[in-house]
Structures are given as C-alpha cells and as structure tokens.
C-alpha cells in the first residue's frame, strides 16, 4: 500500500464505548498529525507528533488520546464521547513537522458518529 | 484572530472558467495552500504560493498578493471531475497552518 490509510472508515459508537482510530502511512515522512473535520468549518487540529514526539496539542478534551508508537502509524483513542464530536477525522501526514512548504498528505478520513 | 475567508459554494459550467477567492489575516505569512477534497475522500494538495504572483499547472493557476492577503484558484477548462471542496490554508509566522472553512464548487453540464 502506499500513501496515508485509515481505518475504520465508518464507525459508530455510543457515549460510553472505548474505540479506537489507527493511521499508517508508507511515505516515509516524519510528521503525523490528527485533524477533526465537520462540515461547513475549517479543518480543526487536534494533535501533531515529529519523529514520534508529541510537538503540539490544541487543546483537545481529555476523551481523545493520541498515541504515536513509531514513525509509520497514529493512533487516536476515543472514550466517552459527546454527540458534538461526531466529525470526520483525518489523519495526515508530511516531511518535516515544521517548514514552509510543508505539504501534508491525507488519509481519506474515519467518519465518527456518537449516539 | 486569524481567519481564512473563503465563499461558501461556488457553481460553474462545464468547459467555462471559475476563479475561487480566498483572503487572510494571519499572524505572518509563510505560504498559501490550496488542496482539493472530492466528497468522502481525502484532501490532495493543488498548489503552494509563498512569493507574490501566478503559479500555473495545467488547467489550475493559484495567485498570490501578500500586500493585500488575498489568492485565487483558477480553473480552466472545467469538468465535472472538477466538482469537489477547495481547501485554502495559510502557514503563520509560527509555521501553524490556518484553513478556511472550503469551498464547494458545482460542475453543471
């Protein structure tokens, strides 16, 4: 496989599931990171690690864990959610975590619904 | 704040042209991004402008004026491929990247 690759795609969970969301990439990049994306917003970020140091987090409730066990793959654990997180997260991947032309590549995303 | 604006929806006609706009106030400036999201897929990048002026690549052209903080995505040539969510996204001073909320662009034949 190449590029970015998420699993589930589709997942449906209610508030007091554990469940959790897993990103590989084979491009050999060094920077992963975990977006939230629900519609008509811009894309939110939640989480970005560098050579599998967690470098930025803004400031995501506690009900999201990331974890980075190396440089291909992302793990994103979810416990008990609330309806408004239902969202598409994206995972993404780039070179380096910090330049300017820092061109991120795309999984095709996990659409979360809460009950 | 920071903010991307960006029109919300945007239809055009097979074959014709569209240019879509995006405007920013950032806390500096390290480059634009446009990506494309086709709906249930992935966001692919289209283009990077970090100097003022026009980028072409085949039928897309991105444009850039820092001095006024704006760019447009020009589409020639329109297919209905075309039809999808275009992502504009400025890189601060910190090297953080701030999006615009997208916009959907409608191919009608």
């Known amino acids: 496989e190449t590029g970015v690759t998420q699993t589930p795609r589709h997942l449906v969970m209610g508030m007091t599931n554990k469940k959790s969301l897993k990103c590989e990439q084979h491009?050999?990049?060094?920077?992963m990171y975990w977006y939230k994306q629900s519609a008509k917003k811009p894309l939110e970020l939640m989480f970005v690690y560098s050579l599998e140091e967690r470098v930025e987090n803004n400031s995501v409730p506690s009900r999201f864990s990331p974890e980075c066990p190396n440089s291909s793959h992302l793990f994103l654990h979810l416990h008990t959610l609330q309806p408004e997180d239902s969202a598409l997260y994206l995972c993404a991947s780039s070179q380096d975590g910090v330049s300017g032309a820092n061109v991120l590549t795309f999984g095709a995303g996990s659409r979360l619904t809460v009950l | 704040g920071q903010n991307i604006d960006q029109p919300t929806e945007m239809t055009a006609t097979e074959g014709a042209i569209v240019q879509i706009n995006c405007t920013y106030q950032?806390?500096?400036?390290?480059?634009l991004f446009w990506y494309q999201q086709h709906a249930g897929e992935a966001p692919t990048f289209l283009s990077y402008?970090?100097l003022d002026g026009l980028e072409e690549k085949g039928r897309f052209s991105s444009f850039l004026s820092r001095s006024k903080g704006y760019s447009y995505l020009l589409l020639k040539e329109l297919q209905m491929k075309d039809s999808a969510s275009y992502l504009c996204?400025?890189?601060?001073?910190?090297?953080?990247?701030?999006w615009g909320a997208g916009t959907k662009l409608i191919i009608k034949p």
């Open positions: 491009l050999g990049h060094n920077a």
């Open positions: 950032t806390s500096g400036f390290n480059g």
């Open positions: 402008n970090v």
């Open positions: 996204a400025v890189m601060n001073s910190n090297y953080q990247l701030i």
